[in-house]
């Protein structure tokens, strides 16, 4: 039986998490402005970028 082994790039996503969070506290938004910073803009950047390629 063969052994697969899975590499994740948790580092990546958490440098970028730590970006957001910087950015955001950069900005000074206030807390549900900072809550729907983190909820929508992946969203709406997703939709950019799969409209691109």
Known sequence: ?????IENG???G???A????????FL???FWKGVLAI???P???GV???ARF
């Open 1 to 5: 039986m063969e052994r697969i082994k």
């Open 10 to 12: 948790c580092s990546i």
């Open 14 to 16: 958490l440098l970028w």
């Open 18 to 25: 730590a970006g957001w969070l910087f950015t955001i506290g």
């Open 28 to 30: 000074q938004l206030a």
């Open 39 to 41: 909820v929508l803009w």
């Open 43 to 45: 969203y709406y950047i």
């Open 48 to 50: 950019f970028v799969a």
